[in-house]
């Protein structure tokens, strides 16, 4: 299996010290119930794992709340505040720029997080779009009431500015002209050379992040994910949990 031919010999080189990998899933651009991220749920459900679903403000909050609390270990957290890609032509995607005011992008932030609270989804868990962490966007989340921050394969360390940060790390879709399937050699070679990392430099509980986009899954991101997380060799966590890993 491939599997156990790309990870069989790190995962038993953490099993001779007693140790199992900590990971976390985050998957992102929710902003109403869907059929797909129903399926999302539903993997999660039949196999334990916990998730954390990033949902954009202005979508359907309450049906979202009402829908992840049909699953205990599914959560939300706040994706953005507009999600709208604001960045010059040929710079990467993002809702903040140079030039934005800090008290006005946290008053947008703030704004955000009450909307999830008005829905009965309050979370300290903030997400921007594409990853983006712009300095401003960084200077302006504690004033917004965010307190963990979810960018992807950030700086090693568990706080940025204030902030505790718990990244994702292995995204099973490739980005290009149409987003597909990275593929099951690429994913697990990229996992591999996480957990190796961690074993080197003895960060056995460092947590490593599944990031998924449910709206853009293809049949093979599907298959793959409906085996990945039926492997027994990790640790699952909330994000919570994960955090305190």
Same mark, same amino acid.
């Not at 394969?153 to 980005?175: C, F, I």
């Not at 074993?199 to 460092?206: A, D, F, Q």
């Given at each position: 299996?491939?599997?156990?031919?790309?990870?069989?010999?790190?995962?038993?080189?953490?099993?001779?010290?007693?140790?199992?990998?900590?990971?976390?899933?985050?998957?992102?651009?929710?902003?109403?119930?869907?059929?797909?991220?129903?399926?999302?749920?539903?993997?999660?459900?039949?196999?334990?794992?916990?998730?954390?679903?990033?949902?954009?403000?202005?979508?359907?909050?309450?049906? #979202? @709340?009402? =829908?992840? !609390?049909?699953?205990?270990? $599914?959560?939300?957290?706040?994706? /953005?505040? %507009?999600? +709208?890609?604001?960045?010059?032509?040929?710079?990467?995607?993002?809702?903040?720029?140079?030039?934005?005011?800090?008290?006005?992008?946290?008053?947008?932030?703030?704004?955000?997080?009450?909307?999830?609270?008005?829905?009965?989804?309050?979370?300290?868990?903030?997400?921007?779009?594409?990853?983006?962490?712009?300095?401003?966007? #960084? @200077?302006? =989340?504690? !004033?917004?009431?965010?307190? $963990?921050?979810?960018?992807?394969? /950030?700086? %090693?360390? +568990?706080?940025?500015?204030?902030?505790?940060?718990?990244?994702?790390?292995?995204?099973?879709?490739?980005?290009?002209?149409?987003?597909?399937?990275?593929?099951?050699?690429?994913?697990?070679?990229?996992?591999?050379?996480?957990?190796?990392?961690?074993?080197?430099?003895?960060?056995?509980?460092?947590?490593?992040?599944?990031?998924?986009?449910? =709206?853009?899954?293809?049949?093979?991101?599907?298959?793959?994910?409906?085996?990945?997380?039926?492997?027994?060799?990790?640790?699952?966590?909330?994000?919570?949990?994960?955090?305190?890993?």
């Amino acid at each position: 299996m491939l599997f156990d031919l790309i990870l069989g010999r790190e995962l038993a080189r953490w099993r001779r010290v007693g140790r199992r990998p900590v990971l976390w899933w985050r998957d992102d651009d929710a902003r109403a119930p869907t059929p797909q991220l129903e399926r999302l749920i539903a993997l999660s459900i039949r196999h334990r794992r916990p998730l954390t679903v990033a949902a954009i403000p202005d979508g359907d909050l309450p049906a #979202l @709340a009402v =829908l992840t !609390a049909t699953a205990p270990a $599914v959560a939300l957290a706040v994706h /953005g505040f %507009r999600h +709208r890609n604001r960045a010059p032509l040929g710079d990467p995607s993002g809702e903040v720029i140079d030039g934005d005011d800090v008290d006005d992008v946290a008053a947008q932030v703030a704004a955000a997080s009450a909307r999830f609270a008005a829905a009965g989804a309050a979370t300290p868990l903030f997400v921007p779009p594409w990853n983006n962490i712009h300095p401003t966007l #960084l @200077a302006a =989340l504690p !004033a917004g009431g965010v307190e $963990v921050l979810s960018g992807f394969d /950030g700086p %090693r360390r +568990r706080e940025t500015s204030g902030l505790r940060r718990l990244d994702a790390h292995l995204d099973v879709m490739r980005w290009g002209e149409a987003p597909r399937f990275r593929g099951r050699t690429r994913f697990l070679g990229r996992l591999r050379r996480q957990l190796a990392e961690r074993r080197r430099h003895g960060r056995w509980s460092e947590p490593i992040g599944l990031l998924t986009h449910h =709206l853009d899954h293809d049949p093979g991101a599907w298959r793959f994910l409906d085996q990945f997380l039926a492997q027994p060799a990790f640790d699952w966590r909330d994000w919570r949990g994960a955090l305190e890993a």
